[in-house]
């Protein structure tokens, strides 16, 4: 007699394998919308959560405790939320420009060889199945067919995996083309721009003081693991997709129905143990970038260094970043061991076992709906199958999850690529975040620096009107200038007033000096007032250093211009540059390294005084309106100063001289006193002279303080004769 119990299991499975087609559709669409249901909420929670993180950061800023420090990175949030899928979309615009680009061409490919592999692999779980099912049924020729076909499979199959590796290399090579393109593009302007981005971001900004990490080493890393994260997630995802369905075709969608709720709760237990890696990438990036640029002031200030013994201290610097990046990479290196040990645990584990339990129902038990075998190699052979798409599936699901820890890396990466672009965008616009001294903060300074001068080109002269001269750190050196230059009139720049009165800092930013001639220049911004100046093109720069490019010697006298250009633009021969180097007296430096088309690290293979000449003869051959000179002539002689100058004046070009002791050549002085008070005057020839002999004099009697102090110790002390 059969139980109740029994009887009535009996009638409900009846009922259900009556009904289970409807029941299949419905647990199908319920199973779909889940997942799109979990997907969605999981992004407007992200979204929720960075418009909240925003606002905290906003607030941060507003209530001071942010400021303008210079430190905005620390406050880039690096999270997989909508604040980074806003910034990868912005940055896709730019490697994928179009859907005729190569960039999308290579997508359409790498994307068509995926659903290739994942064709393969399903057939390839189905014949897997059937050589275990032959061995089972001991069918020796159907064995060697099914064997001779796993052969020929891997003709495609290695095929397939060797192309996806090249696509996907391919693919971040094009990436990182277009964005170096942007960047460069951006960097150093483009159609005429002349916004000197690559200038003010190292001088202006406190954003980024390690460009170079960004541009070369950080886009890198972005380019890489965007080509990486398309494969790393579309191919699982295809997986999970053509695999479950496969499956839930031999084991019923009722398992796998159980499945991914089993799956889904266990990734929601790892999503939540799983450490904001992203962050942790991008606090190396930035680990990474201080070291290098503690090296790379090391090289540029070597010299100093030297002299003052200064080797200690920076080797306790460089090793004081070195240790503080070994330290944040041995600590994510802990929590990436016990991370990949709960994701190993749980993916593979865990997930396996579950997987398992899935593939044994159509052994056990009879599925409605699901043909099933009657004898043992047809049993073996489903289960083999399905266990073969099962291992696939989990494989692909944990590579899913897998990616969500490179998604992490890729955030981090991305946030340091839009804190790049955001920053030279900023620049260009002339908004700065820089570190300000403590008096910016006043009302009267706020609002000078909250100003914006105008600059109108002209066409010969230099005139400013009520323009204020102020440091990139805030401090106002001169509240309002106003000065007229014309052409042919030169003008002297001094540091302090005639009768020696002190400049309160040695530094030339503290007395106005330097940054007038920056202003000039188009480096810093104009707060206020009015300039009138010709077009950057009519200025030359000549500083005590001068830039020697690499490249050849002839390089050197045209920069920037290339050899094409010297012909084409300025219609200059190598004799007409021989002829200036003769004016410098520096032609025999031609026959000396061996011809024009040298090519040496000039910096290191010309004098002091030989880099200045050249300086001198780069101006002479480009020849423009106005000169500004900064002290460029401390390593010559004074024969080679009165060379330069009267020639200069021959040639038509105005001189803006920034201390020296030229004042016999000037016809206007512009002299400051570090207290924001300026006197701009004629320099008429007997007072240049007076002063001159004046400066002579003085100069001669603080020679003689030393002794007469000495003396006068003497005295006090009693030591002399004349002593009582």
């Given at each position: 007699m059969i139980p109740p119990t029994a009887m009535k299991f009996k009638e409900f499975a009846a009922q259900y394998s009556r009904h289970r087609p409807v029941i299949q559709r419905v647990l199908t669409g319920a199973l779909t919308v889940y997942i799109v249901g979990t997907t969605y909420y999981g992004y407007t929670l992200a979204a929720k959560t960075s418009k909240s993180g925003g606002s905290s950061r906003k607030r941060a800023k507003d209530d001071g405790s942010g400021g303008k420090s210079g430190t905005s990175a620390k406050y880039v949030k690096v999270e997989v939320d909508a604040v980074f899928y806003e910034r990868l979309k912005r940055l896709l615009r730019i490697v994928i420009p179009g859907i005729k680009s190569t960039e999308a061409m290579l997508l359409i490919m790498h994307s068509t060889f995926l659903v290739f592999r994942t064709m393969l692999s399903l057939y390839v779980a189905d014949l897997d199945g059937r050589i275990v099912a032959s061995l089972v049924r001991a069918q020796g020729r159907q064995f060697l067919w099914n064997i001779a076909h796993w052969l020929l499979v891997a003709i495609p199959a290695t095929y397939t995996n060797s192309m996806l590796t090249f696509i996907q290399n391919k693919l971040a090579m094009a990436y990182r083309t277009r964005l170096t393109k942007e960047v460069m593009s951006m960097y150093f302007g483009e159609d005429g721009e002349n916004d000197k981005v690559f200038y003010k971001m190292a001088n202006l900004d406190d954003r980024i003081k390690n460009a170079d990490q960004l541009i070369t080493v950080d886009l890198q890393r972005f380019s890489s693991h965007l080509a990486e994260i398309y494969s790393n997630l579309a191919k699982p995802l295809l997986d999970v997709l053509l695999y479950n369905y496969s499956l839930s075709r031999n084991v019923g969608v009722e398992g796998m129905v159980l499945l991914t709720l089993l799956v889904q709760g266990s990734a929601t237990l790892?999503?939540?143990?799983?450490?904001?890696?992203?962050?942790?990438?991008?606090?190396?990036?930035?680990?990474?970038?201080?070291?290098?640029?503690?090296?790379?002031?090391?090289?540029?200030?070597?010299?100093?260094?030297?002299?003052?013994?200064?080797?200690?201290?920076?080797?306790?610097?460089?090793?004081?970043?070195?240790?503080?990046?070994?330290?944040?990479?041995?600590?994510?290196?802990?929590?990436?061991?016990?991370?990949?040990?709960?994701?190993?645990?749980?993916?593979?584990?865990?997930?396996?076992?579950?997987?398992?339990?899935?593939?044994?129902?159509?052994?056990?038990?009879?599925?409605?709906?699901?043909?099933?075998?009657?004898?043992?190699?047809?049993?073996?052979?489903?289960?083999?199958t399905n266990r073969r798409l099962l291992l696939s599936s989990s494989d692909a699901f944990g590579r899913v999850m897998y990616s969500y820890k490179e998604l992490s890396e890729l955030a981090g990466y991305t946030a340091r690529m839009s804190l790049l672009f955001d920053t030279m965008?900023?620049?260009?616009?002339?908004?700065?975040?820089?570190?300000?001294?403590?008096?910016?903060?006043?009302?009267?300074?706020?609002?000078?620096?909250?100003?914006?001068?105008?600059?109108?080109?002209?066409?010969?002269?230099?005139?400013?009107?009520?323009?204020?001269?102020?440091?990139?750190?805030?401090?106002?050196?001169?509240?309002?200038?106003?000065?007229?230059?014309k052409p042919g009139v030169y003008l002297m720049l001094l540091?302090?007033?005639?009768?020696?009165?002190?400049?309160?800092?040695?530094?030339?930013?503290?007395?106005?000096?330097?940054?007038?001639?920056?202003?000039?220049?188009?480096?810093?911004?104009?707060?206020?007032?009015?300039?009138?100046?010709?077009?950057?093109?009519?200025?030359?720069?000549?500083?005590?250093?001068?830039?020697?490019?690499?490249?050849?010697?002839?390089?050197?006298?045209?920069?920037?211009?290339?050899?094409?250009e010297m012909r084409r633009v300025r219609g200059v021969t190598d004799k007409d540059l021989l002829r200036v180097l003769a004016v410098v007296q520096l032609d025999h430096i031609v026959e000396r390294e061996g011809g024009w088309d040298t090519v040496r690290d000039w910096k290191d293979a010309l004098s002091g005084g030989d880099?200045?000449?050249?300086?001198?003869?780069?101006?002479?051959?480009?020849?423009?309106?106005?000169?500004?000179?900064?002290?460029?002539?401390?390593?010559?002689?004074?024969?080679?100063?009165?060379?330069m100058f009267e020639y200069a004046t021959e040639r038509g070009i105005t001189l803006l001289t920034s201390g020296g002791s030229t004042s016999r050549y000037h016809h206007m002085i512009l002299q400051f006193d570090g207290q924001g008070n300026y006197v701009f005057t004629k320099l008429e020839a007997e007072k240049r002279l007076a002063l001159q002999e004046e400066k002579q004099a003085l100069e001669t009697k603080l020679l003689e303080v030393p002794k007469m102090r000495a003396r006068l110790s003497e005295l006090k002390a009693g030591r002399s004769p004349i002593s009582p």
């Open positions: 790892l999503r939540f143990l799983t450490p904001p890696f992203g962050k942790y990438a991008a606090q190396e990036a930035a680990l990474t970038g201080s070291l290098r640029h503690s090296h790379s002031r090391l090289v540029d200030a070597s010299e100093e260094v030297a002299f003052y013994g200064g080797e200690e201290t920076e080797k306790y610097l460089i090793e004081r970043d070195y240790h503080g990046l070994v330290k944040h990479i041995n600590r994510l290196l802990r929590m990436r061991l016990w991370h990949g040990i709960v994701e190993e645990g749980i993916i593979k584990w865990l997930w396996g076992a579950f997987g398992l339990g899935i593939c044994a129902i159509p052994v056990f038990f009879k599925i409605p709906g699901v043909a099933g075998a009657n004898d043992l190699g047809g049993r073996t052979e489903g289960f083999i965008a900023d620049v260009k616009k002339g908004k700065f975040e820089k570190a300000l001294v403590s008096s910016a903060s006043t009302e009267e300074n706020a609002k000078v620096l909250q100003g914006r001068g105008t600059v109108i080109e002209s066409k010969d002269d230099i005139e400013l009107i009520d323009v204020p001269i102020v440091s990139p750190n805030g401090d106002i050196l001169v509240r309002k200038l106003s000065m007229h230059i540091s302090n007033m005639p009768l020696l009165i002190p400049c309160i800092e040695t530094s030339t930013h503290r007395c106005g000096k330097s940054s007038l001639v920056r202003i000039l220049g188009g480096l810093w911004p104009v707060y206020g007032g009015t300039i009138r100046k010709p077009p950057m093109r009519n200025f030359t720069y000549i500083p005590q250093r001068p830039y020697l490019s690499l490249g050849t010697l002839r390089d050197q006298l045209t920069y920037p211009h290339t050899h094409a880099k200045q000449r050249i300086a001198m003869a780069r101006l002479f051959y480009h020849e423009p309106k106005y000169a500004i000179l900064d002290e460029c002539t401390s390593a010559v002689d004074f024969e080679i100063e009165r060379i």
